[in-house]
T-cell receptor
Framework: QQPVQSPQAVILREGEDAVINCSSS?????VHWYRQKHGEAPVFLMI?????EQKGHEKISASFNEKKQQSSLYLTASQLSYSGTYFC???????????FGKGTSLLVTP | NAGVTQTPKFQVLKTGQSMTLQCAQD?????MSWYRQDPGMGLRLIHY???????DQGEVPNGYNVSRSTTEDFPLRLLSAAPSQTSGYFC???????????FGSGTRLTVV
């Protein structure tokens, strides 16, 4: 079951902030965030684990509400290089692979 | 380190043909997965493996087979290609459930 991401698309001016949301109907062990630029492979940004541990990016932060099975990715002071499609991937308590959402397209303009 | 290597990068098949997409990683990762990516659908899980000799089905396994005889390799076999299998295919690996995935560069497959 794919997690649900919102919004589907965002357009920002350089320096503005954005929030991308991810929700799942299943109990989660982990939430991953990836960014994909056009024609390239997805790149790992960060992982949030049940129990509060986070590993990943220096300039991007995220939250994980285990009870609501939701996560949010916070992009602050956006840069042109932040443009791309962002995917959340969820790992369930009983699973061994990630299920990804449909993605959020982010465009940062000058 | 090469990371995750996928071959070929591009492939055109005729309906009914079979082929194998190759995936190899040199990071000694136990977890490996195959995804297909279609416009507006995100990344959908085809098959995955948690170690040599262990594989399981994902969300969209029909028409695909996998095997994992070594830790390094996780090939994806298309048994009888159909136009619906026209897609981008990504292989990914991870050290385990608490670690991020490294993706290969992908294979663009067209079935005519």
């Amino acid at each position: 079951q794919q997690p649900v991401q919102s919004p589907q698309a965002v357009i920002l001016r350089e320096g503005e902030d954005a929030v991308i949301n991810c929700s799942s109907s299943k109990a989660l062990y982990s939430v991953h965030w990836y960014r994909q630029k056009h024609g390239e492979a997805p790149v790992f940004l960060m992982i949030l684990l049940k129990g509060g541990e986070q590993k990943g990016h220096e300039k991007i932060s995220a939250s994980f509400n285990e009870k609501k099975q939701q996560s949010s990715l916070y992009l602050t002071a956006s840069q042109l290089s932040y443009s791309g499609t962002y995917f959340c991937g969820t790992g369930s308590n009983s699973g061994y692979a990630l299920n990804f959402g449909k993605g959020t397209s982010l465009l940062v303009t000058p | 380190n090469a990371g995750v290597t996928q071959t070929p990068k591009f492939q055109v098949l005729k309906t009914g043909q079979s082929m194998t997409l190759q995936c190899a990683q040199d990071m000694n990762h136990e977890y490996m997965s195959w995804y297909r990516q279609d416009p507006g659908m995100g990344l959908r899980l085809i098959h995955y493996s948690v170690g040599a000799g262990i594989t399981d089905q994902g969300e969209v396994p029909n028409g695909y087979n996998v095997s994992r005889s070594t830790t390094e390799d996780f090939p994806l076999r298309l048994l009888s290609a159909a136009p619906s299998q026209t897609s981008g295919y990504f292989c990914a690996s991870s050290a385990g459930a608490s670690y991020g995935y490294t993706f290969g560069s992908g294979t663009r497959l067209t079935v005519v």
